[in-house]
């Protein structure tokens, strides 16, 4: 190689424009290992199958010069090169690798290789390669393959000034590559004055490239288009290029525009997130300033190291403090950084896992449904479940946000509800602390996975910056469910004549609804704060207008008898005892109080059990061996207005004590019994068991009489009496029904009723209860809405029920003024259900509806329904009269005789009376009445005794 001196040095041969250095055993190696020949790096001048290794490496020896670098450094470079399909980057690395020698023995070139070295670390670590960022490498390249002529002429001041030119133009693009490699790919290709500042800086380098040339006196023959072509512009922008154009031609309005972004990102097939509207915002100048600043400081504090460690150390240091900062996924709950995010590194569920099935119900299993990128912001460009605890966290809290304006129209037939609203935000969770500053909650769609929506803040400087769009692009639209005409919601901005944004107008519409509901709410740009009134443009879904004239609605018609819930008249407990012969000194007296208590433990569908107590007192005199003993108790029945007595099906003592039983004279003991009386087949078939009271004497009172017999077979007996006690009967409630309509079953007793029920203050809608079913306004509107359809304008309300296995059932049914297109009334039938054969009760009545739903003030008259449901055909009923007292068992005492009349007697001849003398007769007929009435007062005294003893 011919020495170089001052004369001018032809490095064209030997370098080709770049420096060009040899592929070691090493390098050779990890490349085969993974299947990539060095030709396909493409580095100049070498093409597949004309030079082998060992060829390149004793052409390049003999040409540079330049020795062969260690084995530790290059199995690096060609590592990173392996790692970077960048052929621009691999060539730097071989310069960089050959050349970092030469800042040890002249350090003012030190800044350009550490430069050069952060300039390849960011090129290595992005994710796709730009044309514009390597033609910029490639000229610093170009220039810096020039610098080993340093080591063989001399250094003038000229020279020196040329170096520290180069140094900052090479500073310069590391500071624009490091800033434009920080924006996301949408953000890089929509700002296309991103292009400018890489040609200026092109032209920088071209500028310092031709003075390096001039000053080492280099005669460069080959590959100068490096520093005379234009710079490079790849696919991807000539898209945003397109992009921009065929929306008008203002990039500021794109780029301020995120639905044009956005739409941008899907075309490109690229992540679109909350952080590449902020990167549009910035200034990339700015970022270059500051990437300058920085670099500064790197220089001044690595020079002496580079210097001394061949830039070894600054390569380490370099790796740490440029560390790739890392972030946590929303939709997936992963760890992931910039260089390891892609399309489809994110895999995660579009709907949250519901733990009662225990699955997702976007698919139903575990493994996720959906792949995209992963995202570090929250955000509604497509659904996933991470998404929805947190939006239900804002909007199911009244504490969390402030609601301004909201619209929602219902389809009547489908049930799909259109809304939109628009708030403040005042924290992000329930009771968690305040937002920072004033946000503004824009929320449209029902946010749930099945539905399009959109829910999402701003604050006052994202207010501005989307100012700055809409101002030029005149593009308003916030939010939009459907392209449909007839069924959709919507949120756009509102602007002034000068393209401020002055508020946020809502719009819901459905398919039912004849026009849109329209809401618009005044917004203050600088504060982020609603600066008005809300105005109402138009009022969607199906509203009334308000009748001319009351409604006249017909009276309520019952069929059937109405019952009364008092017993039919009091217990008569005055019966007395009744003895088979005078002999038998007892009196029997009821102990308890009622005389009979009817099912009280135990109720059957056959029988009825009835249970009391009666008291047997001993009427013999204190001290008389006369006790009385009861060997056998015994029962029978009627009912009041029958002349026999019946057997009871049972009866027996239940107070534990066994028979025979005996009582002293002038003692009493008192026996607990049941008695079960059986049924009629005809009440046996309706199978009803009731506690408490006896379905036997439901119609007339039930006598049952106890008879007690003692040991030698005398008999005393005692009459109790039991009244049926209706059960309480449903009555209608003053302060709450607004309509009770019901009939009577008089053989079971039964009320068969329908409450109407107004509901005040329901924050749900609700406006009438009939029955347990509650009517809100929605389904009103529905029923005006099917009346206006299809002209029936008596509409079943299906909230009917049958009671009882279809003893009785009900039914409800809406009365529609087309006029008005309200619901004026409601007709109640309630009546004998299928599984009775004839039909005699019922009742049908009517009650207006009250006052519901939004009110147009306009008037008009009234019209009344065309009614078609009515009652069963019923057959005459005529009630039955039942007996409900007789004498039959009045306790009726002995008559006197009526003193009969002196008979003058013929004497018999002999003179002797053969009968009683009349005197004699007076006085034992006056006896007897003596002795009756002193039986009728020891009866009484004994019935006090044991009232006294108690």
Known sequence: ???????????????????????????????????????????????????????????????????????????????????NSNPSVSTAMQVLDSLSDIGRAMPFVAPAFILLKIIIDIEQRAQEVDAKCSDLVERITFMISHLPILEKIEIMPSTRQVIERMNEA???AAALIAAYRKQSRVARRLSISNREKFTQC????????????????????????ILTRDVPIDDDDKAAQTFVEEHGGSVDAVMYDRELVKEFAQQQHLVMDDSVMEQLNQNIADS???????????????????????????????????????????????????????PKACSYHRAEYDSWSRSFPCCSTSHPCQFAAHRSKLHCDYPYGNFFPRSRGVLNYTDTNEEWASVEDTNLETDEVQKASVGQLYRWVSRGARVEENTLLITVGRVWYKYPYYFNTFTAKELEDITKSVRLSRRTLIFRTSSDENEYALAEWILSISGKITGVRLTAKAATSPQPYIRVCPIDLASCTRSGDILTLSEGGMRSYTPASPYVLPSTVR????????????????????????????????????????NPNLASTQVDYFQGKVSVFNNHPAGSLNPITIAAVSASYRMVGDADYLPVEACKIIDGTALPLSVDPRQSFQLAFEVSVSRTPEDAKHEIRWWNRAYVNRKRPVRIKLTLEDIEGETCSLVFEHVFKPFRLEKQNAERDIGFFFFDHPETLDRCYVHVEEVE?????????????????????????????????????????????????????????ISCRRVYAFKVIVQQGKKVDVKQFGCLGYVECPSYGDVLGKTRPISYATESAKLHPLQPYTPPQYVQDDNLDDFKPPVPPKPATPVTEVPPANGVNGGIPVDVSNRLASIDINLARIADALEKLVAVLPNAAR
């Open 1 to 83: 190689m011919t020495k170089v001196n001052s004369s001018t040095v032809d490095l064209s041969h030997s370098c080709g424009g770049y420096l060009r250095t040899p592929f070691n055993k090493s390098w050779a190696f990890t490349a085969k290992s993974l299947c990539i020949s060095p030709v396909d790096f493409q580095f100049p001048d070498i093409k597949r199958g004309e030079m082998d290794y060992h060829s390149i490496h004793r052409e390049l020896q003999s040409n540079s010069g330049i020795r062969e670098p260690t084995r530790s450094t290059s199995l690096a470079a060609a590592n990173s090169m392996v790692d």
């Open 170 to 172: 090479i500073k310069s």
């Open 202 to 225: 092109a032209e920088a380098i071209n500028i310092c490239c031709h003075d390096l040339l001039m000053s080492l006196q280099i005669h460069q023959s080959t590959q100068l288009e």
């Open 288 to 342: 270059v300033q500051q990437n300058q600043q920085r670099l500064e400081g790197i220089l001044q504090d690595n020079i002496k190291t580079a210097i001394a460690d061949s830039l070894k150390s600054i390569v380490a240091e370099m790796h740490a403090s440029e560390a790739e900062q890392r972030f946590n996924c929303v939709q997936c709950d992963k760890e992931f950084t910039n260089s390891t995010n892609g």
């Open 559 to 598: 069929f059937g008898p109405e019952l009364n819930d008092e017993p039919a008249r009091a217990v008569r407990t005055n019966f007395k005892t009744r003895t088979s012969s005078p002999g038998l000194r007892v009196v029997l007296k009821a102990a308890s109080d009622p005389p009979l208590e009817p």
């Open 761 to 817: 203050g329901d924050s749900s809608g609700m406006v009438v209860k009939i029955g347990s079913n509650e009517t809100n306004v929605k389904r009103l509107n529905k029923v005006v809405y099917q009346a206006l359809k299809t002209g029936k304008t008596e509409v079943d309300l299906e909230v009917g029920q049958e009671r009882n296995d279809g003893e009785w059932e009900w039914a409800a049914y809406a009365l529609v003024d």
